[in-house]
Structure formats: structure tokens, C-alpha cells
């Protein structure tokens, strides 16, 4: 279970995770059987009953989840056992991956959108942004807010989450995780984008079309594709057109690798859980891609 074409990941950055989760994993079971006591435990750590899974096959499992989507009732047949032992895992070990941040060549790990922005300002470093969708299953009928996730791209109920990379294309920030219907630009603006360009000048963007309105509101800061000409418009406007649309492409052409890193994970290809629970999926991913891309 162990190997990368289960985990997604090999072996010495396995044992990596292990080793930076196992303190978080067992200050989270020693709060979580506090509270569920009332009170500070009487006997020595260790003692009890012992755990069906040790936490390096929890996290093992959840890897697996993660990057395959095998269903937990066929990986507690292999563990010998329970399933709901195998969901409990799950939910416990990927908060922690999720929490993890993103890697950096640099060293520190980067959590949230402002994070980012001071990253790219001390390192000069030109951003790239892109929207993608995860479809998922269709709320229940009469269900409030059931259109809110009936995406007008694809005509599916999907969740759009935004990703921001490098000009290496190394994942810095997954974010901006919204029903499908909310347009890409306007899930960026809810996160504070435009307080950040404000307050970050030097630092500059590349974004596809349909970020027009920053564009237009932070026209040093953000590019985006030109203005496609007329079709009467002269040959010579054409080519031009052409000329700077491929170049704009080209420079923005990363974050799009970036983003097929992340969906080659099978849950961002079509998520067949709980909705809930994608938003973590998303960043847990996310944080296993960055470590592999800040290597490079």
C-alpha cells in the first residue's frame, strides 16, 4: 500500500508527511479524548485499547482515497477492518494534509492568499491564476440553493476552486472554493483579491479572459488576453491580435499544468462523496502537488 501508485507519492516524501502529522494527529486525539472525558486522563499514554489502524496506515489510507478514490469498504477488506475504522481515519488525516500549506523553494510553507502575495513580492515572482471545476452530485430536489451549483460552462453541478502558481508552474494557494454558478472572477473577489493588488503594487498577474474586471480596475497589475478584433478588421490588426494573444497564453500556459497536477488526483476528476468534504480534498491535494513541485 505504500507504493506510489497508491499513494500518489513515494516513499521518503511518505515518511516525510508521517513524520510532520504524527505530533498534529496525536495532539488531536489527545483534545479530542479530553473533551469526550471531561477531564485529564488518569492513566499513562499507551495504555487502553489498542488502535485497529497505527497512524502510518491511517494516513496510508486516506492517500489512497485521495489519489485513487477506491472505496473505503475495499480498503478496510485489505486492513481486516470495519469500514466505518477506515472512514474515521479518512476524516481525521485529511484536515491535516489540507492544513499542511504549500511548499515553496524557498522554505515556508504558504497557507493563505495573503501569504502568497508577500511571497511573490520578496521573490519578484509573476503570478499565474486559473478557475477549475470538480462536478459532483445534484442536491436533492426542493433542497434550498439546489441552482447554485449548476455551473453555466459545463451545465453541471460542479465546485469551482481557483489556482494560483509560478511561472514554474508550482502550485502556491488552491482557494476560492464556490458553487459552480458563481463566476470565477467574483469567487477570487470574495477572498479579498482586490484589498491584496491594493496593498501589493509590485506584484503582477497573468489571468485568462475572464478576469476582465480586475483588469480594468488594476490595469498595472493584472493581464489578461487582448480584445479580439473585428471580423471586418484589417489582416494586419488580425496578425497582430494573434501575436499577443499567443504570448499572453504562453506566459499563462503554467498554471493550466499546475491544475492538470491536481486532477490527475481522481476525486478532482468527479467527486462522488459528500460536498462537504471536497473543499479539503481540494487542499489536501493541493499541498501533496506543491511538495512534489517545489522539488523541481
Known sequence: MSHSAFTGISGHHLGQVVAELAPRWLAYRESTLRERRGRERLRAQGAGRRAELVFTDRVLVTLTVLRLQVPHAALAAMFGVDRSTVTRAVREVRPLLAGRGYATPAGPRLHTLADVFAYAAAHGIRLR??????QVRRPKVGRPGRRAF????????????????DG??????????????????????????????SQFPDVQFEMDSGYGGLRRDHPAQVSIPP??????????????????????????????????DSKNWRPLQRWLGRRGDLPATILAIGSMVSDRAAAR
Request: glycine share 8%.
Open 150 to 165: 449548476v455551473s453555466g460552462k459545463k451545465r453541471q453541478n460542479t465546485l469551482k476552486f481557483t489556482k494560483i502558481s
Open 168 to 197: 514554474d508552474g508550482r502550485t502556491l494557494w488552491d482557494g476560492a472554493i464556490r458553487p459552480g454558478r458563481m463566476h470565477d472572477q467574483t469567487a477570487v473577489q470574495t477572498e479579498g483579491i482586490d484589498a491584496l493588488l
Open 129 to 134: 491564476a486559473g478557475g477549475s471545476e470538480v
Open 227 to 260: 480584445r479580439k478584433p473585428a471580423k471586418d478588421a484589417p489582416p494586419k490588426d488580425t496578425a497582430t491580435w494573434e501575436q499577443a494573444r499567443h504570448t499572453q497564453s504562453s506566459a499563462r500556459i503554467c498554471v493550466e499544468h499546475a491544475i492538470a
